[in-house]
């Protein structure tokens, strides 16, 4: 009864690959978010959705497309995969104050 | 733009003693802080909220924090730490519908 799952847990890939990561919650929140965590453990907002819309988009590369099929799920495709984008990914999602969150994707690029 | 942060990379403290975990924030208008703690290989888990009310805001697992709006600071303490405590946390502020973090504090418990 997993509150927020993400799939993979591990992603190893080459660069120029592209690569998708789930994300779906059972909470019944209408808010899904992707935040980045560096290397250095920085958190940063990448994408927000609200009822499958976009509500926020934090100067993401394009390479990065989140898609939301229903409000339940927020998934996050990237394509042409660089070295930079090796990092824990985290999805969440909120009925407004407090975000619960998955328990991350590690993606590394080689 | 609404920022925190978190003067200390790390905070070591014996077991049973108490902690503190320093958060300071900018904001335009009222803040409304949280703190996060993130377990080695885990996500992050919300531990409490400031949003307006008591100035000092009681959570889980025995944390507690206090907002004080002359020093613009939310620090996280809990009056007896374990070593189960040793983990990763955030001070986050909310700003236009997404968490604005802090850079994290490592919090080491020693037996």
């Known amino acids: 009864d997993t509150a927020v799952s993400q799939t993979p847990k591990y992603l190893v890939t080459q660069m120029g690959n592209d690569k998708s990561i789930k994300c779906e919650q059972n909470?019944?929140?209408?808010?899904m978010y992707w935040y980045k965590q560096d290397s250095k453990k920085f958190l940063k907002i990448m994408f927000s959705y609200n009822n499958k819309e976009l509500i926020i988009n934090e100067t993401v590369p394009n390479r990065f497309s989140p898609k939301s099929p229903d409000k339940a799920h927020l998934n996050l495709h990237i394509n042409s995969l660089e070295l930079g984008d090796s990092a824990v990914y985290f999805c969440?999602?909120?009925?407004?104050?407090?975000?619960?969150f998955g328990s991350g994707t590690r993606l590394t690029v080689v | 733009a609404q920022s925190v942060a978190q003067p200390e990379d790390q905070v070591n403290v014996a077991e049973g003693n108490p902690l503190t975990v320093k958060c300071t924030y900018s904001?335009?208008?009222?803040?409304?802080l949280f703190w996060y703690v993130q377990y080695p290989n885990r996500g992050l888990q919300f531990l409490l909220k400031y949003i307006t009310g008591d100035n000092l805001v009681k959570g889980s697992y025995g944390f507690e924090a206090e907002f004080n709006k002359s020093q613009t600071s939310f620090h996280l303490k809990k009056p007896s730490a374990l070593v189960s405590d040793s983990a990763l946390y955030f001070c986050?502020?909310?700003?236009?519908?997404?968490?604005?973090f802090g850079q994290g504090t490592t919090l080491q418990v020693k037996p």
């Open positions: 986050a502020v909310r700003d236009t519908g997404k968490l604005i």
């Open positions: 904001v335009s208008g009222n803040p409304y």
């Open positions: 969440a999602s909120s009925p407004g104050q407090v975000l619960t």
């Open positions: 909470l019944g929140h209408d808010t």
